[in-house]
């Protein structure tokens, strides 16, 4: 084989190959880096959903104690009357 053909060999089959396996291996770190980030937007979607349940609870007690109140309140008023 001449220096040329060789040159020719490796413009047309190594560095395609090369350019292929560096790309694989890119997509490969980006999936894996997708995959960490996702179960991070997980942990950060599940410790929303328990604040907002934390939250929804203490205003249903709130709301309850609110009414216990009115009713306490009408009460006392009809029977001073």
Known sequence: MSVN???TLLQN???PIFCTGILFKMLMDEKNAHELESKSF????????A????IVD????????EIDRNEVFKNEKGNQS
């Open 5 to 7: 053909e060789i040159m």
């Open 13 to 15: 089959v190594a560095f």
């Open 51 to 54: 604040a907002i349940e934390r």
């Open 58 to 65: 203490l205003m249903e007690h709130i709301e309850k104690t």
């Open 42 to 49: 997980v942990t950060a979607i599940n410790n929303n959903t």
